[in-house]
Every structure is written in structure tokens, then in C-alpha cells.
């Protein structure tokens, strides 16, 4: 668990906490810090903050906190400290709104790789209402590269990741977890609706 102090900001508590309660839909308020969550949440431990630790950040106003811990970027949606909640809060709905605040304010994400990812695979699906593979992959080699170039990295380096990042989607796509076609899922008219309803 975390040891780092938390700053209380009287002036913006309120207003992060009813942004993220209303954004992700969890009641905040509810949380009595039993940390009942804590104990089952898998990635507390490496990114050193918890659930309950989370949700206390954004009670107290703590933004730099809120929006810059490993947590956000890591947590794998597994939604055991919402089954586990006595006041069931799923910090997984928290995290994610943390994850589009950190984006629409263009701050850097404490995790890039996690953030291509996430992007990658929510432009894609937005597509096609599925994951498209070949999408998806271009999409987050792509940002990959330019991060690299923009931290100073090596060519070399860039196409050594893109000659492998090839190689293995050549080996998915002999095992037929990977192809070239494209599929849509009937319900698509309905995705874009949910996605465009989310974005506002
Ligand atoms: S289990 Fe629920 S009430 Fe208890 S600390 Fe976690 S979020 Fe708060
Ligand atoms: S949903 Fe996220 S925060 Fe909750 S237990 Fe799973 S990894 Fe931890």
C-alpha cells in the first residue's frame, strides 16, 4: 500500500468527487474505507495504491494524486472490489474516468504503453463494434514509434519492435488467432450510438 501522503484541497474536494461520482456513477460518499476491496484487488500490491486508497485521493480533492498513480492505468477491470463492496462501488468505473480525465486534460499517462493500448482497442471497436486485430495492432505500433521517436529513441530500436511485433502477428495468424478480414457485428448502428452518448 502506498505510504505517500495525501493533500487535502478544501477549495476543489467537493467538485473532483462530484465530477468523478457522477461521471462513473459510483457513490464516492458510500465509502467507509473498510478496505474489504483492498484485500482482493490483484494489482494493489505493484501499483501501491488500492482501491479504498483511490477513492480516498479523489474524496480529499487530491488531484495530482488521483490522476497520477498506477492504479488507474493498471487496474484490469476485474471487478472484485465492487463484488466485494458493502457499498457496491466499482472502482473499476472510477479508474476509468480517471483514465478519459487524465486524456482530455492531455496530461502525460504515468503508464504510455497501457494508454496506446487502451486507446487502440476502444478506436477499434468503435469501428466495428469488435476488436479488429490488424487495426488495432498498426494503431498501437504506431503511437509506440512516435513516442519513441519523440523520447529521443533509436531507429534502430523502433524497427527491431515493428520487424517483431510482425513476426509474432505472422505466427498468430497460423494459429488462426489473427486475420486479415474484417468483421462487423450486426448491432453496429447501436455501438456508435453508445460511444458517441459516452464521449458527451
Ligand atoms: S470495500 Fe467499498 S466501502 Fe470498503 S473501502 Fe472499498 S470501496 Fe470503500
Ligand atoms: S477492478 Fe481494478 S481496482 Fe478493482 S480489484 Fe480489480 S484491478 Fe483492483
Known amino acids: 500500500m502506498s505510504s505517500q501522503t495525501l493533500t487535502i484541497e478544501t477549495e476543489t474536494a467537493g467538485s473532483l468527487a462530484q465530477e468523478v461520482a457522477a461521471r462513473s456513477g459510483q457513490n464516492l460518499n458510500a465509502c467507509y474505507q473498510c478496505r474489504r476491496c483492498a484485500a482482493g484487488c490483484p ?31 493498471q487496474c484490469v477491470a476485474c471487478y472484485t472490489c465492487g463484488t466485494r463492496c458493502p457499498n457496491n462501488i466499482h472502482t473499476a468505473r472510477i479508474t476509468e474516468t480517471l483514465k478519459q480525465m487524465v486524456k482530455e486534460q492531455h496530461l502525460e499517462p504515468m503508464t504510455p504503453k497501457v494508454a496506446y493500448f487502451h486507446n487502440a482497442f476502444l478506436t477499434s471497436t468503435s469501428h466495428f463494434g469488435r476488436l479488429n486485430e490488424m487495426e488495432f495492432m498498426g494503431i498501437y505500433e504506431i503511437k509506440n514509434a512516435q513516442n519513441e521517436l ?24 497460423k494459429l488462426k488467432r489473427m486475420h486479415f478480414s474484417i468483421d462487423k457485428i450486426k448491432g453496429l448502428a447501436e455501438i456508435k450510438r453508445l460511444f458517441a452518448k459516452a464521449k458527451k
Request: proline share 2%; hydrophobic share 45%.
Open 43 to 73: 494489482v494493489g500490491d505493484d501499483t501501491g495504491v488500492t482501491p479504498d486508497r483511490l477513492i480516498r485521493m479523489v474524496l480529499l480533492g487530491d488531484r495530482e494524486a488521483a490522476l497520477n498513480n498506477l492504479l488507474v492505468w
Open 150 to 173: 519523440k523520447k529521443g529513441g533509436g531507429i534502430k530500436a523502433i524497427i527491431v519492435e515493428l520487424k517483431n511485433q510482425m513476426q509474432l502477428g505472422k505466427e498468430m495468424m
